[in-house]
Nanobody, 117 residues
Framework: VQLVESGGGLVQPGGSLKLSCTAS????????MAWYRQIPAKQRELVAT????????NYADSVKGRFTISRDNAKNTMYLQMNSLKPEDTAVYYC???????????WGQGTQVTVSS
């Protein structure tokens, strides 16, 4: 499976962005998925997870109430709507499978989000 993240960019504090993650192959819809983020010299952080059907979601405390994860299995695509962005949200954002279920696909190139005035 190949993962391609997109939608990042430069945004002012308080602004919004919507990230997309598109997966190749036919196994996307049966996997719980997740968004992660990473800043240089730090470990990758789990941001949000979503069940295979999209009915269950979880968020890191740092983004709860501001970010919304969703998915469209017909399009093999997952989304992350990010509102009320803060400078500390600046990172490269990646998607992959939910780590609670073990295993992962090859990591994509990620998409850079920079929150700055």
């Amino acid at each position: 499976v190949q993962l391609v993240e997109s939608g990042g960019g430069l945004v002012q504090p308080g602004g919004s962005l919507k990230l997309s993650c598109t997966a190749s192959g036919s196994t996307f819809s049966i996997n719980a998925m997740a968004w992660y983020r990473q800043i240089p010299a730090k470990q990758r952080e789990l941001v949000a997870t979503i069940t295979n059907g999209g009915g269950g979601t979880n968020y890191a405390d740092s983004v709860k109430g501001r970010f919304t994860i969703s998915r469209d299995n017909a399009k093999n695509t997952m989304y992350l709507q990010m509102n009320s962005l803060k400078p500390e949200d600046t990172a490269v954002y990646y998607c992959n499978t939910d780590p609670r279920y073990g295993g992962s696909w090859d990591w994509g190139q990620g998409t850079q989000v920079t929150v700055s005035s």
